[in-house]
């Protein structure tokens, strides 16, 4: 078969750091040093999974463990799982401090120095990563874009007056109690691949095929970071389909249409996105996506044909 040029070019966006956050949290986000100028917060995720509480009543300790139990709320029934800790002070007396609705933890000993503390939610997590439970997968609700510009994580405490941010609040506040709402706030990378197929059979001069090469190898190192921006939020909404992401489709498919629009006008093959949230022991997924620690798909500008399929 002939094809019609011999060069492809391609777009990865790779997950390169993330960080988990609920929103009583983003002032000490904004101030921490994980996101970075070269490395901003670029993307963010609202997801939901069970709430997690503490149980009271359900503590005890002896020199090698100390041991607690967690609450994973469903509807109106809740899992209990236990959980063992290393005794850091085998001699030590301890006990479990906890208010209702029994979400934060402080286990301290008789000199009230506090050995543990923190949300049941990310205890549990921490002391818990099993990759094969299913129990505690993130659901995504909601995907949009940071604006980063000159700075390493954008204002998140303007994302708490976000209008569909608030209607998530209120409809799980009304539907679905026994859930909590996360922030997944996250640094991608991207790669500009150009593909030389080294095949003789292609429709284009040899001559084409050089000025097509050094115009894409131009265009990497000079890429509108904000458009491509708009194109991984398109591709992640595109890929989700998160529920309230879908509420507004009309103007999400004219977005995304204009978005696309631009790469295939510059003739570009296809772009992939790869996220992989495994050691984070975290699978994400959505109505339309099942559950797992690693997404990619390929998107393709132009249907399969004349053009060379690289992924």
């Known amino acids: 078969m002939k094809y019609k040029y011999s060069t492809e070019a391609n777009l990865i966006f790779s997950l390169k750091k993330s960080q988990i956050a609920q929103q009583d ?21 609202i997801c939901q999974r069970p709430r997690i509480s503490v149980s009271p009543n359900n503590f005890s300790y002896n020199k090698k463990y100390i041991q607690l139990s967690f609450f994973v709320h469903k509807q109106n029934t809740k899992q209990e ?26 286990i301290v000993d008789e000199k009230g120095t506090k050995i543990i503390s923190g949300k049941s939610s990310y205890l549990y997590d921490f ?15 909601y995907i949009g874009k940071s604006n980063t510009k000159d700075q390493k994580v954008s204002s998140l405490n303007r994302l708490i007056s ?33 593909f030389l197929s080294g095949s003789q059979q292609y429709e284009s001069t040899i001559e084409e095929e050089v000025k097509r090469f050094e115009k894409f190898n131009n265009e990497f190192q000079t890429m509108d970071n904000d458009k ?3 194109l ?32 295939i006008i510059q003739d570009y093959n296809s772009f992939l996105i790869d996220i992989d949230t495994s050691d984070m022991c975290m ?6 996506i099942k559950a797992s620690f ?8 132009f249907k399969e044909g004349d053009r060379i399929s690289i992924f």
Do not use: M, R
Not at 81 to 106: C, T
Not at 233 to 260: C, G, M, R, W
């Open 228 to 230: 491509l921006l708009s």
């Open 81 to 106: 799982f236990e959980i063992k800790i290393p005794n850091p002070n085998p001699k030590a007396i301890y006990s479990l401090v906890s208010i209702f609705p029994y979400n934060y933890i402080d």
């Open 127 to 141: 002391f818990n990563k099993d990759p094969k439970s299913e129990i505690l997968n993130f659901e995504v609700l």
């Open 162 to 194: 976000h209008k569909t941010l608030q209607k998530i609040y209120f409809d799980k506040n009304q539907q679905q109690p026994d859930k909590e709402i996360f922030f997944l706030l996250c640094s991608f990378d991207y790669d500009g691949l150009l």
């Open 25 to 45: 949290e983003f002032d000490i986000i904004t101030k921490s040093d994980f996101f970075k100028i070269d490395s901003p917060c670029t993307i963010y995720f």
């Open 283 to 288: 699978k994400l997924y959505s109505a339309d």
């Open 294 to 301: 690693t997404h990619k798909k390929d998107f393709k500008f």
């Open 232 to 263: 991984l939020e398109a591709s992640l909404i595109s890929y989700f389909k998160p529920y309230y992401n879908d509420h507004f489709k009309d103007s999400f498919l004219t977005k995304q249409q204009k978005v696309t629009n631009q790469f």
